[in-house]
Protein backbone atom coordinates (compact mmCIF):
# COMPACT_ATOMS: atom_id res chain seq x y z
CA UNK A 1 0.00 0.00 0.00
CA UNK A 2 1.18 3.44 -0.32
CA UNK A 3 2.62 5.15 2.84
CA UNK A 4 4.69 8.57 3.26
CA UNK A 5 6.71 8.68 6.15
CA UNK A 6 7.78 12.73 7.18
CA UNK A 7 11.01 12.93 8.98
CA UNK A 8 13.15 16.05 10.66
CA UNK A 9 10.45 18.22 12.50
CA UNK A 10 11.48 19.00 16.15
CA UNK A 11 11.89 21.43 18.81
CA UNK A 12 13.84 25.09 17.82
CA UNK A 13 14.33 28.30 18.61
CA UNK A 14 12.73 31.33 16.85
CA UNK A 15 15.20 31.64 13.45
CA UNK A 16 16.22 28.36 13.22
CA UNK A 17 16.00 26.25 10.22
CA UNK A 18 14.86 22.61 9.56
CA UNK A 19 14.80 20.33 6.66
CA UNK A 20 11.79 18.32 6.69
CA UNK A 21 11.89 15.07 4.44
CA UNK A 22 9.11 12.68 3.14
CA UNK A 23 9.44 9.64 1.39
CA UNK A 24 7.27 7.34 -0.69
CA UNK A 25 6.29 3.96 -1.60
CA UNK A 26 4.24 2.17 -2.97
CA UNK A 27 3.54 4.40 -5.41
CA UNK A 28 4.73 5.44 -8.45
CA UNK A 29 6.46 8.90 -7.27
CA UNK A 30 7.10 10.62 -10.37
CA UNK A 31 3.75 10.64 -11.25
CA UNK A 32 2.59 12.97 -8.47
CA UNK A 33 2.63 16.37 -7.47
CA UNK A 34 3.92 16.30 -4.03
CA UNK A 35 2.84 18.79 -1.22
CA UNK A 36 3.78 20.05 2.26
CA UNK A 37 0.67 20.96 4.58
CA UNK A 38 0.67 22.10 7.96
CA UNK A 39 -1.94 22.44 10.93
CA UNK A 40 -1.83 24.08 14.42
CA UNK A 41 -3.53 23.23 17.12
CA UNK A 42 -7.65 24.62 16.81
CA UNK A 43 -7.04 25.08 13.07
CA UNK A 44 -7.35 23.72 10.14
CA UNK A 45 -5.11 22.70 7.74
CA UNK A 46 -3.21 25.06 5.46
CA UNK A 47 -1.27 24.79 2.36
CA UNK A 48 2.21 25.32 2.76
CA UNK A 49 4.08 24.52 -0.59
CA UNK A 50 3.43 22.10 -3.82
CA UNK A 51 6.03 20.93 -6.14
CA UNK A 52 5.44 19.07 -9.67
CA UNK A 53 6.49 15.85 -10.72
CA UNK A 54 9.55 16.98 -12.15
CA UNK A 55 10.36 19.17 -9.42
CA UNK A 56 9.30 22.27 -11.24
CA UNK A 57 6.86 25.50 -10.71
CA UNK A 58 7.13 25.04 -6.76
CA UNK A 59 4.39 27.34 -4.97
CA UNK A 60 3.88 28.49 -1.64
CA UNK A 61 1.78 30.28 0.71
CA UNK A 62 2.46 33.98 0.94
CA UNK A 63 3.27 33.10 5.00
CA UNK A 64 6.16 30.94 4.33
CA UNK A 65 7.57 32.86 0.52
CA UNK A 66 11.20 33.56 0.63
CA UNK A 67 11.65 31.34 4.07
CA UNK A 68 10.81 27.60 2.89
CA UNK A 69 11.89 26.01 -0.21
CA UNK A 70 10.12 22.56 -1.34
CA UNK A 71 12.45 20.31 -3.79
CA UNK A 72 12.09 16.58 -4.54
CA UNK A 73 14.53 13.94 -5.87
CA UNK A 74 12.40 11.36 -8.02
CA UNK A 75 15.53 8.40 -7.64
CA UNK A 76 14.60 8.63 -4.08
CA UNK A 77 11.04 8.82 -3.71
CA UNK A 78 11.87 11.60 -0.94
CA UNK A 79 10.33 15.72 -1.35
CA UNK A 80 12.28 18.15 1.03
CA UNK A 81 10.85 20.90 2.60
CA UNK A 82 14.00 23.34 3.71
CA UNK A 83 12.38 25.98 6.16
CA UNK A 84 14.32 29.29 7.39
CA UNK A 85 13.99 31.37 9.48
CA UNK A 86 11.38 29.97 11.66
CA UNK A 87 8.57 31.71 13.61
CA UNK A 88 6.41 30.93 16.57
CA UNK A 89 3.39 30.95 14.17
CA UNK A 90 5.29 28.10 12.12
CA UNK A 91 4.74 26.00 15.28
CA UNK A 92 2.79 22.78 13.84
CA UNK A 93 2.18 19.63 12.26
CA UNK A 94 3.50 19.21 8.93
CA UNK A 95 2.10 16.59 6.56
CA UNK A 96 3.12 15.57 3.27
CA UNK A 97 0.72 14.58 0.44
CA UNK A 98 0.41 13.40 -3.22
CA UNK A 99 -1.83 14.15 -5.69
CA UNK A 100 -1.79 12.45 -8.90
CA UNK A 101 0.20 14.88 -11.76
CA UNK A 102 -2.70 15.46 -14.35
CA UNK A 103 -5.22 15.62 -11.23
CA UNK A 104 -5.86 19.62 -11.74
CA UNK A 105 -7.94 20.45 -8.58
CA UNK A 106 -6.92 23.00 -6.74
CA UNK A 107 -3.28 21.94 -5.40
CA UNK A 108 -3.92 24.43 -1.99
CA UNK A 109 -6.53 22.11 -0.97
CA UNK A 110 -6.40 18.99 1.11
CA UNK A 111 -9.15 17.67 -0.24
CA UNK A 112 -7.36 17.39 -3.38
CA UNK A 113 -4.62 14.87 -2.56
CA UNK A 114 -4.78 11.37 -2.56
CA UNK A 115 -2.16 10.69 -0.26
CA UNK A 116 -0.81 11.39 3.15
CA UNK A 117 2.07 10.93 5.62
CA UNK A 118 1.26 10.53 9.09
CA UNK A 119 3.02 14.14 10.20
CA UNK A 120 6.26 15.77 11.64
CA UNK A 121 5.82 18.03 14.36
CA UNK A 122 7.24 21.29 14.43
CA UNK A 123 7.85 23.35 17.51
CA UNK A 124 8.96 26.84 17.63
CA UNK A 125 9.74 28.35 20.79
CA UNK A 126 11.29 32.29 20.95
Known amino acids: QVQLVESGGGLVQAGDSLRLSCVAS????????MGWFRQAPGKEREFVAV????????NYADSVKGRFTISRDNAMNTVFLQVNNLKLEDTAVYYC???????????????????WGQGTQVTVSS
Open 97 to 115: AAKYAFDYRAYTRPTSYDY
Open 51 to 58: VNWNGGSP
Open 26 to 33: GLTFSHYK
